[in-house]
């Protein structure tokens, strides 16, 4: 959530630390602060809130309160003060009508007449700035305000294009569409919850408004919205229709109905202080609530929470940090009884309480004091024991473990919400992946100096009706690499150590000349079970340097060169590397032999296959060419030499 510095501190008479000593004691005891940055003559927090704390702190407020607990200073209610405002009588006997009280679990709706569109003033305008939001006109701005302010979305609609004073929250009955207020036509079903007037649909419900009611310059009398929708109906509306916006952020992270009414109180003292005119009318709050939000006391003891935290803090203690959270609680026997806050949906059971009191009282205070309890010994995983002793079986015979997709392009299960068009299913095998992996590191082999690519997989497939891990082994040898047993007798010898050293015959379920894949679980159903973890994977040495991947092209080079008798493949190479310098990211003495000439001298050719590659730019023919001009007039250079 983006977060303004000096939005904050009016919530506070003092002013707060500096803003990155504020950042460090938000991450430090309540949410992290990913990054600060200047805008303007403010400060932007990016404050990542955790679900938990979504209900309450997806505002300023929510931001200021934990603040103010965690530097025991007073918070105000409101970040400023507002005018107050006069009931009057409205021509527009607004009725509201709730289909079902599951989905829609308050609605509020209240008609102002005669109010004047424009722009903001430059306060509410910078505020909404500052923390990325496009300042639109005087009454979309204050509903942004609000939802920035205490986290309730809002919303307001020209009462003028309404047919008739009824607004009807309800399911969608027959398939329809609707045009958003950003030029978006989605299609309606009847899982999709709408706003309806006159059995057309205003909005999305808790996602988007439309553009049959929208506010535009000749709007005079609206209708505003102040509502609480069913959490999970929001999430998967928003999914389906791949429309997720700050109001339905909020509300699919859940929020208390009771906050719906502190809002429209809010918002209609603003517009009336930014939008109203001499002949403003506010009519009464239209306010449906089904079934009113309970209230939740919970209770604790001092010797609940030592006997949780360890920590002796005494009731005083615990008394003045639930003033600090703005807590009202009381004395009730050898428990401090709290009233949870209605927006505080996180604090349910007294460990809650708990973890409340030790984000105010310090972290930083816990200790250790573990007392040491019997361990007992674990039972032996099947399944788990078998992938790692086939892991290392193959391994010993040089194969590397790669991880691919569980989604493909094709399979038996479609995806619901896909990721990309290519991956719309659960793969229903791994050797179809599995092609595309081994012939990609082929590619790749005289870049990672592997001259036959030898991998593996184990991996979940899902069917139709049942889902099964599956393992798949495949060797792949670069054309340009000679000299090496054929792929499909590498992959057929590294199957009979298998079977061998499991014991059983395996059958393949699907396999290609150089590949193979067999169902996991059946093997594993025909080995005995383990009884001791016994498996022991090679570990990488200890010199073992890792860096990073060039993301240029590479380019290859051959170089051969005949030596007089007797000179090592070190020196040749010495010379090779001096030359090509940095360019050089991968060299393989591919090919030696000796040769008698007529004069009766000998002479050892050695062949070397050069890779060459730059991390900052593609190398050009050029670079290439002087590159090995350099390494052939040095080779050549030296007496008895002749690069061939």
Request: charged share 30%.
């Amino acid at each position: 959530m983006k977060v303004s510095y000096k939005w904050l501190n009016e919530y506070f008479d003092g002013k707060l630390p500096k803003v990155e000593k504020a950042a460090e004691i938000l991450t430090m005891n309540s949410s992290e602060v990913d990054a600060v940055e200047k805008v303007g003559n403010d400060y932007l927090l990016d404050v990542k809130i955790l679900p938990n704390m979504a209900h309450s702190c997806l505002c300023h407020r929510g931001i200021a309160q934990e603040f103010g607990a965690l530097l025991d200073l007073k918070t105000k209610k409101y970040c400023r003060d507002f005018e107050d405002y006069k009931i009057g009588d409205v021509s527009k006997n607004l009725k509201v009508v709730i289909e079902n009280p599951a989905d829609c679990r308050r609605y509020i709706g209240r008609v102002i007449e005669n109010v004047r569109i424009g722009s903001s003033p430059k306060w509410l305008e910078e505020k909404l700035e500052t923390i990325g939001q496009r300042s639109i006109n005087n009454l979309v701005d204050a509903t942004n305000f609000v939802m920035n302010e205490i986290g309730q979305p809002m919303h307001v609609f020209d009462a003028d294009k309404l047919v008739g004073d009824t607004i009807e929250i309800k399911r969608v009955k027959v398939c329809d569409q609707i045009k958003t207020l950003d030029g978006r036509f989605v299609d309606l079903d009847e899982s999709v919850l709408t706003i309806s007037n006159n059995n057309k649909s205003l909005a999305i419900a808790g996602i988007k408004g439309g553009v049959i009611a929208e506010i535009d310059e000749n709007t005079k009398n609206i209708v505003l919205e102040s509502a609480n929708f069913n959490p999970t109906l929001i999430r998967k509306t928003s999914q389906r229709i791949k429309i997720q916006t700050d109001a339905s952020k909020r509300y699919e992270n859940d929020l208390t109905p009771e906050l719906a009414g502190e809002a429209m109180d809010i918002l209609t003292k603003l517009i009336v202080e930014i939008a109203g005119t001499k002949n403003t009318k506010v009519g009464e709050m239209v306010d449906m609530y089904p079934v009113p939000a309970e209230k939740v006391n919970l209770g604790i003891s001092a010797k609940e929470v030592e006997k949780v935290l360890g920590l002796k803090i005494s009731e005083k203690e615990i008394e003045k940090i639930f003033k600090c959270l703005n807590f009202n609680s009381k004395k009730d026997g050898d428990k401090i009884v709290v009233e949870v806050p209605a927006e505080r949906l996180d604090l349910r059971i007294k460990e809650d309480l708990i973890e409340e009191i030790l984000k105010v009282y310090g972290y930083d205070k816990l200790k250790d004091n573990t007392s040491l309890v019997p361990v007992t010994k674990g039972q032996i995983n099947k399944s788990f024991y078998y992938a790692n002793k086939i892991k290392e079986l193959l391994s010993n015979e040089g194969f590397s473990e790669i991880y691919g997709y569980a989604f493909a392009e094709k399979g038996d299960v479609e995806l619901a919400n896909s990721v990309a068009p290519d991956k719309k299913f659960l793969r229903a095998n791994l050797i179809d992946g599995f092609k595309n992996y081994l012939e990609f590191n082929t590619r790749y082999s005289e870049l990672v100096a592997m001259p036959q690519i030898k991998i593996f997989e184990i991996g979940k497939v899902f069917g139709v009706s049942e889902e099964y891990n599956s393992l798949v082994i495949g060797v792949q040898t670069p054309v340009s690499t000679k000299g090496l047993k054929k792929d499909k007798d590498v992959l057929e010898a590294v199957i009979t150590i298998l079977e061998r050293e499991l014991g059983i015959k395996l059958e393949k379920i699907n396999n290609a000349e150089n590949i193979a894949e067999f169902n996991f679980d059946e093997i594993v159903a025909k080995l005995s079970e383990p009884k001791t973890y016994d498996i022991k994977l090679p570990m990488a040495e200890a010199d073992m340097r890792f860096k990073k991947i060039s993301i240029y092209p590479f380019s290859v080079r051959d170089v051969a060169v005949f030596t007089p008798e007797g000179t090592k493949q070190e020196d040749v190479w010495a010379i090779i590397e001096k030359e090509a310098g940095v360019l050089l990211v991968k060299d393989r003495l591919f090919d030696v032999f000796t040769k008698k000439f007529p004069d009766g001298s000998a002479k050892t050719s050695y062949a070397f296959r050069l890779v060459l590659q730059s991390y900052d730019h593609t190398l050009s023919e050029d670079e290439i060419i002087g590159v090995m001009t350099r390494i052939i007039t040095a080779l050549n250079s030296q007496t008895g030499w002749q690069v061939r």
